[in-house]
């Protein structure tokens, strides 16, 4: 098994990271804005009064005015605070904070973090019984057994909210996650396995449970603890919980147990498996060794004795990481969403079974790039999804709330599963709900789009992504071996099924070239030189089969600089009647989608420029579904102070107002006069102010610098630059751009094509 390269620190460096700046790891922030006297007196009094009134009413309305339905105390007392022990409520505090910063980072669940000083289990949940009304959900954490199982079952029996031990269940979800794909690839039926579990806390015994309940017949488990085999009869160290796992059993020791076993478990301690044991396994074992922080004994001691082993473990630096870090957010961000009273044993089964699924499948780009730019396959050495698969949140929290609508416990129904998805990527990733707007109408009606750089490995991996999600046919250009190649790169067969094309198709190209010629004819292009065109450049190539009809929409870019791109197409494609050509790139953040334009073609646009590229940018907008507001920006706000670099965004003003345009514009302004409402009221006489959604720059130079600093260091998401004003529904890729950044831009071509006119 190969060792996985993973960041090493120092502790000094873990409490710089602590310490450096704001101490801890979270902060509350407002959701609504505080910026002027009303927002206080909506926030606090008097107009709090009116929900305070209609929750005393109805309780339940407390999960629409309040932040309750999205709210987790995350819950320690200390006594058993990671591999570390009793090291009581305080200490557990940084672990709380990480947690509760895990919630927020991958399922955008809000939580406090709250440490309970006692060790009386009868008084930690009469606490957390008075202040539960606050909150959507309970996570216990780090809390040392029995008391975990007394303050869990009675939590449960008394609260309508789900509470959840996620050292306990946690680790279940994901271990029989891990053991559903072990035995698929061993080919080995979950009703006949047999399985030794080493070690009997909360987290074994959860396991074993949920083992049970996701098919392994009970007969077939051996439940061990620091004095041996658990079985009946057995005098001393068995208290009511373990007792359920007693074996009818002559079997005393490990060494006895594992004799024959197919799976071996381990939460217990470092090095208690030894190598004669696993050479006296089953064939093809499953061994979880996952004792933290060394397990029960090392991937390189089995891969001595065995070479068909499957095997995980609790470290990052292996294979099969068991995580808890890929269930409790997404479980949670389930049960939330449906309002749910509990977490019942189908939703953890659903949770499984959902992970399970989505590690069969080909991983993304951000796996890739969170590995070092390895890329893992389905097999012995991933069986478990990683921790940075986007796909988390959309996958699991959708399992577990189907899962609790049907077994009865949700409050709240969601109608449509497949919107339910879109919405959980979109939490995370603020341009999702719009991109899921576009992709939903091409999806209605699929387009055949070009991929130029049919040879670039991310531009490839698009074109296979906008296939698999039915958004269209993907046609790539490119020499069919070194795409074939590159599709082993990227570890697919290379015959994978996808339509490739090239200028050696005497065909296509006598006819892209009788096209072009034609066109170019009078610009001094020679037949034979329109020929050598059309052969060697994949731009002129793909712009002319969307020109003939061959294609709909194409996208290109990627392996050259944008500007190279827009010269080559400009052979080919004419700008749009009375429109310029210019770039324009699409911030969103959460809840406010910003244009910005000229990013990418004219240097120093003058004013009647800046006009054109305004109305133009108005007529996209309109496209989006927004209402446009335009701003045009400068470092002076309304004249001051005055400079010769903003007289041209002045004329700008001027001319516009001179024409009888259907939209607000209004400027020149500094950008956060367009943007922030405080604004307003030093300027009451604009519409535009603190209200803007479409920012015109006044120089190429100033559009670039403040996107990418944007990209870089923004909180949103860009999309884009979208090429504007060209006769075709062409769109360019920047410099090495993501293969999600392809595919986004894949998708508005070939929304273009179906709601522009390009006839025109």
């Known amino acids: 098994m190969k060792k996985t390269k993973i960041d090493h620190y120092t502790d000094k460096e873990a409490l710089d990271f602590h310490k450096d700046g704001k101490p801890g790891k979270i902060e509350i922030i407002s959701s609504k804005n505080m910026t002027t006297k009303r927002d206080l007196a909506l926030a606090y009094s008097p107009g709090v009064a009116a929900p305070v009134k209609m929750i005393s009413e109805n309780p339940e309305a407390a999960y629409d005015y309040t932040s309750k339905g999205n709210l987790v105390a995350v819950i320690s007392n200390g006594s058993a605070i990671l591999g570390m022990g009793n090291l009581g409520a305080l200490a557990s505090k940084p672990v709380m904070e990480g947690k509760s910063v895990l919630f927020k980072r991958f399922a955008d669940i809000d939580s406090i973090d709250l440490e309970i000083d006692s060790k009386d289990s009868n008084e930690i949940i009469n606490s957390i019984k008075n202040f539960a009304p606050s909150f959507g959900g309970i996570n216990l954490e780090d809390i040392a057994a029995p008391d975990c199982f007394i303050i869990e079952q009675r939590l449960k029996e008394i609260l309508d909210i789900p509470v959840f031990h996620d050292d306990q269940h946690g680790t279940a979800i994901i271990t029989t996650a891990a053991l559903i794909n072990a035995l698929d690839i061993t080919k080995k039926s979950i009703k006949n396995v047999k399985i030794v579990v080493n070690g009997a806390g909360a987290s074994a015994q959860a396991c074993t449970e949920l083992f049970i309940n996701s098919g392994v017949k009970s007969k077939n488990i051996i439940m061990l603890d620091r004095k041996g085999v658990i079985y009946k009869g057995r005098q001393g160290g068995i208290d009511q919980w373990k007792s359920r796992y007693a074996a009818e059993t002559k079997l005393r020791t490990l060494e006895d147990a594992i004799k024959g076993a197919d799976v071996f478990l381990g939460l217990s301690s470092k090095g208690v498996l030894k190598k004669e044991m696993v050479k006296a396994m089953a064939k093809k074992p499953i061994i979880f060794a996952c004792a933290n922080p060394d397990p029960e004994i090392s991937p390189e001691e089995i891969n001595e004795v065995r070479d068909d082993a499957i095997v995980a473990t609790g470290r990052s630096d292996y294979p099969n990481q068991v995580n808890n870090l890929i269930g409790f957010p997404y479980i949670f961000r389930g049960a939330l969403d449906v309002r749910s009273k509990t977490i019942n044993e189908e939703m953890k089964v659903a949770a499984s079974q959902a992970i399970a699924k989505l590690a069969r499948e080909d991983v993304p780009d951000e796996v890739v790039a969170a590995m070092g730019g390895e890329r893992p396959h389905y097999g012995r050495d991933y069986i478990i999804p990683s921790t940075f698969d986007p796909r988390l949140v959309r996958i699991i929290p959708t399992a577990v709330a ?52 049919g040879e670039d490995e991310n531009m490839l991996k698009a074109a296979i992504e906008f296939g698999k999600n039915k958004l269209g046919t993907p046609v790539v250009i490119g020499n069919e071996k070194r795409v074939k190649e590159t599709l082993k790169n990227i570890g697919l067969d290379e015959n994978f099924k996808i339509e490739i094309v090239n200028s050696t198709n005497q065909n296509k190209r006598e006819k892209y070239t009788k096209y072009l010629y034609q066109k170019l004819q009078r610009t001094g292009q020679l037949e034979r030189d329109v020929d050598r065109l059309i052969r060697n450049d994949r731009i002129a190539f793909g712009s002319s089969m969307v020109a003939c009809k061959d294609a709909d929409a194409m996208v290109t870019g990627n392996i050259r600089h944008y500007a190279a791109s827009i010269e080559k197409l400009k052979h080919v494609c004419d700008a749009r009647k009375g429109e310029p050509i210019f770039g324009m790139t699409m911030m969103v953040f959460k809840g406010r989608t910003i244009l910005v334009a000229d990013t990418n073609v004219e240097d120093f646009p003058s004013s009647k420029r800046l006009v054109e590229i305004s109305k133009s940018c108005v007529r996209v907008s309109k496209l989006f579904g927004f209402e446009p ?132």
């Open 402 to 453: 189907e899962a609790a609508m049907k077994s009865g416990v949700a409050r709240k129904k969601i109608d449509n599963l497949e919107s339910y998805k879109d919405q959980l990527s979109a939490r995370l990733d603020p341009s999702m709900s719009l991109m899921q707007g576009i992709n939903s109408n091409v999806k209605k009606s699929p387009k055949r789009v070009v991929f130029a750089e």
């Open 629 to 760: 507001k335009v701003a045009f920006l400068s470092h002076s706000t309304f004249g001051k102070p005055i400079s010769r670099n903003t007289k041209h965004v002045r004329d700008a003003i001027d001319l516009l107002k001179k024409e009888k345009v259907d939209f607000d514009f209004d400027g020149e302004m500094q950008p956060d006069v367009a943007l922030n409402p405080i604004y307003k009221d030093v300027y009451p006489f604009s519409k535009i102010v603190g209200n803007a959604n479409i920012l015109i720059m006044p120089a190429l130079h100033s559009a670039a610098i403040s996107t990418k600093l944007m990209k870089v260091f923004g909180g949103g998401k860009l999309i884009g630059p979208l090429l504007i004003g060209l006769g075709s529904p062409i769109e360019v890729a920047p410099l090495r751009a993501s293969t999600s950044e392809i595919l986004n831009l894949a998708s508005i071509a070939a929304y273009s094509s179906d709601i522009i006119d390009y006839s025109n």
